[in-house]
Protein backbone atom coordinates (compact mmCIF):
# COMPACT_ATOMS: atom_id res chain seq x y z
CA UNK A 1 0.00 0.00 0.00
CA UNK A 2 1.15 3.83 -1.09
CA UNK A 3 2.31 5.62 2.07
CA UNK A 4 3.06 9.49 2.29
CA UNK A 5 4.18 10.70 5.57
CA UNK A 6 4.93 14.15 6.05
CA UNK A 7 7.20 16.10 8.83
CA UNK A 8 6.89 18.14 10.72
CA UNK A 9 3.27 18.59 11.45
CA UNK A 10 3.61 21.90 12.12
CA UNK A 11 6.29 24.92 11.27
CA UNK A 12 6.61 27.97 13.21
CA UNK A 13 9.08 30.49 11.55
CA UNK A 14 10.23 33.95 11.62
CA UNK A 15 10.08 35.95 8.54
CA UNK A 16 13.31 35.48 6.87
CA UNK A 17 13.82 32.23 8.87
CA UNK A 18 14.53 29.51 6.07
CA UNK A 19 13.92 25.83 6.14
CA UNK A 20 13.06 22.62 4.85
CA UNK A 21 9.66 20.19 4.86
CA UNK A 22 10.17 16.57 4.28
CA UNK A 23 7.86 14.05 2.88
CA UNK A 24 8.91 10.33 2.41
CA UNK A 25 7.15 7.82 0.32
CA UNK A 26 6.43 4.35 0.26
CA UNK A 27 5.14 3.81 -3.72
CA UNK A 28 5.52 0.42 -6.01
CA UNK A 29 6.31 2.46 -9.30
CA UNK A 30 6.12 6.41 -8.93
CA UNK A 31 4.49 8.53 -11.08
CA UNK A 32 4.74 12.07 -9.69
CA UNK A 33 5.14 13.20 -6.77
CA UNK A 34 3.43 16.67 -6.22
CA UNK A 35 3.45 19.69 -3.96
CA UNK A 36 0.71 21.21 -2.92
CA UNK A 37 -0.24 24.64 -1.15
CA UNK A 38 -3.67 24.62 0.99
CA UNK A 39 -4.92 28.05 2.19
CA UNK A 40 -8.00 27.12 5.70
CA UNK A 41 -10.95 26.51 3.99
CA UNK A 42 -9.94 26.40 0.48
CA UNK A 43 -8.77 24.00 -2.52
CA UNK A 44 -5.14 22.69 -2.90
CA UNK A 45 -3.25 24.71 -5.24
CA UNK A 46 -0.85 22.84 -7.37
CA UNK A 47 3.15 24.09 -7.19
CA UNK A 48 5.09 20.88 -8.34
CA UNK A 49 5.77 17.98 -9.95
CA UNK A 50 8.93 15.95 -9.96
CA UNK A 51 9.37 12.96 -11.89
CA UNK A 52 12.68 11.28 -10.76
CA UNK A 53 15.43 11.19 -7.95
CA UNK A 54 17.21 14.54 -8.53
CA UNK A 55 15.22 16.85 -10.27
CA UNK A 56 14.21 20.10 -8.63
CA UNK A 57 11.84 22.97 -9.15
CA UNK A 58 11.78 26.45 -8.04
CA UNK A 59 8.71 29.08 -7.84
CA UNK A 60 9.37 32.57 -5.62
CA UNK A 61 10.59 31.42 -2.35
CA UNK A 62 10.07 27.83 -3.29
CA UNK A 63 12.21 24.94 -4.19
CA UNK A 64 11.41 21.37 -4.39
CA UNK A 65 13.68 18.12 -4.51
CA UNK A 66 13.15 14.98 -4.68
CA UNK A 67 15.08 11.54 -3.96
CA UNK A 68 14.26 8.15 -4.62
CA UNK A 69 12.81 7.62 -0.58
CA UNK A 70 11.80 11.52 -0.31
CA UNK A 71 11.27 14.86 -1.45
CA UNK A 72 12.05 17.98 0.14
CA UNK A 73 10.19 21.54 0.12
CA UNK A 74 12.81 24.45 0.58
CA UNK A 75 11.23 27.43 1.98
CA UNK A 76 13.96 30.97 1.55
CA UNK A 77 13.20 33.76 3.34
CA UNK A 78 9.43 33.19 4.23
CA UNK A 79 7.55 35.95 3.93
CA UNK A 80 3.71 35.87 6.23
CA UNK A 81 2.16 34.91 2.71
CA UNK A 82 3.91 31.56 2.90
CA UNK A 83 2.15 30.82 5.79
CA UNK A 84 -0.29 27.47 5.06
CA UNK A 85 -0.60 23.84 4.87
CA UNK A 86 1.45 22.21 2.66
CA UNK A 87 0.76 18.79 1.19
CA UNK A 88 2.42 16.41 -0.74
CA UNK A 89 0.97 13.83 -2.76
CA UNK A 90 2.48 10.46 -4.69
CA UNK A 91 0.74 8.95 -8.26
CA UNK A 92 1.47 4.95 -8.46
CA UNK A 93 0.71 3.19 -11.07
CA UNK A 94 -2.65 3.47 -10.82
CA UNK A 95 -3.15 6.87 -11.50
CA UNK A 96 -4.96 7.60 -7.76
CA UNK A 97 -3.09 10.61 -5.67
CA UNK A 98 -2.31 9.46 -2.37
CA UNK A 99 -2.08 12.54 0.36
CA UNK A 100 0.27 12.71 3.31
CA UNK A 101 -1.33 14.74 6.08
CA UNK A 102 0.50 17.66 5.61
CA UNK A 103 2.61 20.37 7.28
CA UNK A 104 0.88 23.65 8.72
CA UNK A 105 3.74 26.24 8.38
CA UNK A 106 2.92 29.72 9.97
CA UNK A 107 5.13 32.41 9.36
CA UNK A 108 5.67 35.38 11.88
CA UNK A 109 6.29 39.10 10.49
CA UNK B 1 -6.43 29.38 -17.18
CA UNK B 2 -6.17 26.42 -14.43
CA UNK B 3 -9.88 27.56 -12.85
CA UNK B 4 -12.37 24.76 -11.79
CA UNK B 5 -15.25 26.25 -10.13
CA UNK B 6 -17.66 24.86 -7.33
CA UNK B 7 -21.00 25.88 -6.07
CA UNK B 8 -22.38 26.84 -3.51
CA UNK B 9 -19.27 27.92 -1.83
CA UNK B 10 -21.07 26.71 1.69
CA UNK B 11 -24.24 24.37 2.17
CA UNK B 12 -26.42 23.43 5.57
CA UNK B 13 -28.59 20.26 5.18
CA UNK B 14 -31.03 18.25 6.98
CA UNK B 15 -30.56 14.60 6.96
CA UNK B 16 -33.55 14.36 4.93
CA UNK B 17 -32.81 16.61 2.61
CA UNK B 18 -31.89 15.95 -1.02
CA UNK B 19 -29.18 18.43 -2.22
CA UNK B 20 -26.80 18.83 -4.98
CA UNK B 21 -23.09 20.29 -5.60
CA UNK B 22 -22.18 21.47 -8.73
CA UNK B 23 -18.25 21.55 -10.43
CA UNK B 24 -17.77 22.90 -13.42
CA UNK B 25 -14.28 23.61 -15.95
CA UNK B 26 -13.19 24.91 -19.31
CA UNK B 27 -10.21 23.34 -19.42
CA UNK B 28 -10.80 20.85 -21.70
CA UNK B 29 -9.31 18.05 -19.40
CA UNK B 30 -11.35 14.98 -19.58
CA UNK B 31 -10.62 13.60 -15.96
CA UNK B 32 -12.70 15.09 -12.75
CA UNK B 33 -12.40 13.69 -9.55
CA UNK B 34 -14.26 14.48 -6.31
CA UNK B 35 -12.40 14.01 -3.25
CA UNK B 36 -13.83 14.72 0.55
CA UNK B 37 -11.81 16.64 3.05
CA UNK B 38 -12.27 16.39 6.93
CA UNK B 39 -10.93 19.13 9.20
CA UNK B 40 -6.57 18.77 9.46
CA UNK B 41 -7.22 15.70 7.41
CA UNK B 42 -5.36 15.17 3.71
CA UNK B 43 -8.61 14.94 0.85
CA UNK B 44 -10.20 11.82 0.15
CA UNK B 45 -10.51 10.54 -3.13
CA UNK B 46 -14.28 9.54 -3.95
CA UNK B 47 -14.93 9.32 -7.69
CA UNK B 48 -12.89 9.34 -10.74
CA UNK B 49 -14.90 9.93 -14.17
CA UNK B 50 -12.80 9.45 -17.12
CA UNK B 51 -14.20 10.80 -20.43
CA UNK B 52 -17.84 11.07 -18.62
CA UNK B 53 -17.70 7.65 -17.87
CA UNK B 54 -17.39 6.79 -13.74
CA UNK B 55 -13.96 4.93 -13.48
CA UNK B 56 -13.41 4.75 -9.95
CA UNK B 57 -15.89 4.76 -6.82
CA UNK B 58 -13.47 4.42 -3.60
CA UNK B 59 -16.52 2.80 -2.07
CA UNK B 60 -18.40 5.93 -1.06
CA UNK B 61 -22.08 5.13 0.54
CA UNK B 62 -24.72 5.07 -1.54
CA UNK B 63 -26.10 8.45 -0.41
CA UNK B 64 -23.53 10.11 -2.11
CA UNK B 65 -24.09 9.79 -5.82
CA UNK B 66 -22.05 11.50 -9.37
CA UNK B 67 -23.16 12.45 -11.78
CA UNK B 68 -21.26 13.49 -14.86
CA UNK B 69 -23.55 15.82 -17.82
CA UNK B 70 -21.10 16.72 -20.01
CA UNK B 71 -17.09 16.52 -20.15
CA UNK B 72 -17.62 19.77 -18.31
CA UNK B 73 -19.50 19.62 -15.52
CA UNK B 74 -19.53 17.32 -12.24
CA UNK B 75 -22.26 16.94 -9.73
CA UNK B 76 -22.47 15.41 -6.44
CA UNK B 77 -26.38 14.35 -5.20
CA UNK B 78 -26.73 13.89 -1.62
CA UNK B 79 -29.21 12.14 -0.07
CA UNK B 80 -29.94 10.77 3.26
CA UNK B 81 -26.05 12.36 4.42
CA UNK B 82 -25.21 11.62 8.18
CA UNK B 83 -23.87 14.21 10.62
CA UNK B 84 -20.24 12.87 9.99
CA UNK B 85 -20.66 13.58 6.28
CA UNK B 86 -19.88 17.57 7.37
CA UNK B 87 -16.40 18.12 5.45
CA UNK B 88 -15.02 19.95 2.34
CA UNK B 89 -15.80 18.97 -0.70
CA UNK B 90 -13.51 19.45 -3.22
CA UNK B 91 -13.58 18.60 -7.00
CA UNK B 92 -10.67 18.62 -9.46
CA UNK B 93 -9.41 17.89 -13.06
CA UNK B 94 -6.80 17.09 -15.40
CA UNK B 95 -6.48 16.83 -18.38
CA UNK B 96 -6.12 13.24 -19.27
CA UNK B 97 -6.86 10.64 -16.08
CA UNK B 98 -3.59 8.92 -16.50
CA UNK B 99 -1.80 12.85 -16.40
CA UNK B 100 -0.29 14.52 -13.08
CA UNK B 101 -1.57 17.26 -12.56
CA UNK B 102 -4.98 17.71 -10.70
CA UNK B 103 -6.40 20.87 -11.03
CA UNK B 104 -8.45 21.97 -7.47
CA UNK B 105 -11.50 24.31 -7.33
CA UNK B 106 -12.27 25.96 -3.71
CA UNK B 107 -14.92 23.29 -2.15
CA UNK B 108 -18.33 23.10 -1.00
CA UNK B 109 -17.98 23.16 2.92
CA UNK B 110 -20.87 20.99 3.71
CA UNK B 111 -22.63 21.14 7.45
CA UNK B 112 -25.14 18.33 8.01
CA UNK B 113 -27.73 18.91 10.87
Known amino acids: EDQVTQSPEALRLQEGESSSLNCSYTVSGLRGLFWYRQDPGKGPEFLFT???AGEEKEKERLKATLTKKESFLHITAPKPEDSATYLCAVQANDYKLSFGAGTTVTVRA | DTEVTQTPKHLVMGMTNKKSLKCEQHMGHRAMYWYKQKAKKPPELMFV???????INESVPSRFSPECPNSSLLNLHLHALQPEDSALYLC????????????FGPGTRLTVT
Open chain 1, 50 to 52: LYS
Open chain 2, 49 to 55: YSYEKLS
Open chain 2, 92 to 103: ASSHEPTANEQY
